[in-house]
């Protein structure tokens, strides 16, 4: 049997171990009630952070940054274009002829009367033929209807029905006989009309004068007659704020027929080994090396890969040059873009972009530990606008989201 006293010194240490418990689990309550609480006056509301993946995404401006070589007219001339825009050529290839402004002139007005008056012989014919071929439609349900009626009367050996309907039948198929016979003919006679013109045509394109200046590639690429004044500056390697605090560009576009002085610019070749794009992006920095697509909203329906060479923060922006894994001709047009890039997948501890903060010259999120708030330096290894991929804060840490009433404080 034992001791009473032992027995009440087992019972009053199993008291003072619950209430020890008990006394801790209220410490706990208070002091997280009281964190809670405190965040509730403060107006924050937080977020745990949790382990994950995310793609970066960001939009913004790009530049392209090519190599080209302009060719100036070598002399003053009249442009005739011996190639099409966006023509891959070898270095000598034949580009533009430059001919006598006079002579050139004399003829393209005669071209040009003649091209008015094939215009208006198309026009006329289509006009007439549309207008015979919706009588032809009419004819043939017409004579298609006749064809039933006498079928029909046929078969109830209705004769004096029979006889109407076959003379009506007869009367429609020789009006659409006729018909067939009237645009076979006013066929004959556009062709022959036509024939006529495209011979007066071929008569005034003047032959090729003695005199006429031929230019040619200086090397291989390909050809673009459009100019922005920008061709020896915009190149792979640019200084990222010379390319995106430059004034406006200077549009022009050769055609042909059109009169220049000797020195012009006449056509650029773009060099097709080498292309970069400069872009201008909202959102966290990127590190240089990282792979990345570019989507143009200037090109639809493609897709481009690259290298970012360069980056760095400009304010809120990131500034970068991506090096293209390759050519492709519908670079050659555009100069500037509205851009989408997006990265490969960044694993990391993921929290709400709005969290993410900059403070004392570091970017940082608000961390709530037990009942104090602390500025956490991060690394932003990534993000798509609306989750933040860092570096720097622990996976279950509730993070402040929206910091900007701690400043307000």
């Known amino acids: 049997m034992a001791a009473p006293g032992r027995t009440e010194k087992a019972g009053t240490g199993r008291g003072r171990l619950w209430g020890a418990a008990v006394l801790a689990l209220l410490v706990v309550g208070y002091a997280a009630g009281k964190v809670e609480r405190a965040l509730f006056r403060l107006g924050l509301r937080t977020e745990p952070a949790v382990y994950g993946a995310v793609e970066t995404r960001y939009e913004g401006k790009a530049v392209l940054l090519r190599r080209e070589t302009v060719v100036p007219a070598p002399a003053a001339g009249r442009v005739t274009l011996l190639v099409g825009e966006g023509r891959h050529v070898r270095a000598g290839d034949l580009i533009v002829e430059l001919g006598d402004a006079g002579a050139a002139g004399r003829a393209a007005q005669a071209l040009e009367e003649i091209d008015r008056r094939l215009a208006s012989l198309e026009a006329a014919y289509r006009g007439e033929e549309q207008q015979v071929r919706a009588a032809r439609r009419e004819l043939e349900q017409r004579l298609a209807k006749e064809?039933?009626?006498?079928?029909?009367?046929?078969?109830?050996?209705?004769?004096?029905?029979?006889?109407?309907?076959?003379?009506?039948?007869?009367?429609?198929?020789?009006?659409?006989?006729?018909?067939?016979?009237?645009?076979?003919?006013?066929?004959?006679?556009?062709?022959?009309?036509?024939?006529?013109?495209?011979?007066?045509?071929?008569?005034?394109?003047?032959?090729?004068?003695?005199?006429?200046?031929?230019?040619?590639?200086?090397?291989?690429?390909?050809?673009?007659?459009?100019?922005?004044?920008?061709?020896?500056?915009?190149?792979?390697?640019?200084?990222?704020?010379?390319?995106?605090?430059?004034?406006?560009?200077?549009?022009?576009?050769?055609?042909?027929?059109?009169v220049v002085a000797g020195g012009e610019p006449l056509f650029r070749v773009v060099e097709t080994h080498e292309v970069e794009v400069a872009v201008r992006l909202r959102g966290p920095g990127l590190e240089k090396g990282s792979k990345v697509t570019l989507e143009f909203r200037g090109i639809p329906e493609r897709k481009f890969t690259g290298t970012l060479v360069e980056s760095r923060p400009a304010g809120n922006e990131l500034w970068g040059r991506v090096r293209l894994d390759g050519f492709d001709s519908s670079l050659v047009y555009r100069r500037e873009m509205d851009v989408v890039l997006t990265t490969g997948r960044k694993q990391g501890v993921v929290v709400p972009a709005a969290a993410v903060v900059e403070a004392e010259g570091r970017q940082g999120v608000y961390v709530v530990l037990g009942d104090q708030i602390l500025f956490r330096p991060v690394r932003v290894l990534g993000g798509d606008g609306r989750r933040a991929v860092l570096d720097g804060v622990p996976e279950g840490a509730r993070v402040v989201l929206n910091p900007g009433r701690l400043a307000r404080r």
């Open 147 to 258: 064809e039933q009626q006498l079928s029909e009367a046929l078969a109830k050996a209705d004769r004096e029905a029979a006889l109407a309907a076959e003379a009506r039948r007869d009367q429609a198929a020789h009006e659409l006989a006729r018909l067939e016979a009237t645009l076979l003919e006013f066929s004959r006679a556009y062709e022959a009309e036509r024939e006529r013109l495209l011979e007066q045509r071929r008569a005034a394109v003047p032959p090729r004068p003695e005199g006429a200046v031929l230019v040619r590639a200086p090397e291989a690429g390909v050809v673009s007659f459009s100019l922005d004044g920008y061709e020896a500056d915009l190149v792979p390697g640019a200084e990222l704020a010379a390319v995106f605090e430059r004034g406006p560009a200077s549009e022009r576009r050769i055609q042909d027929g059109l």
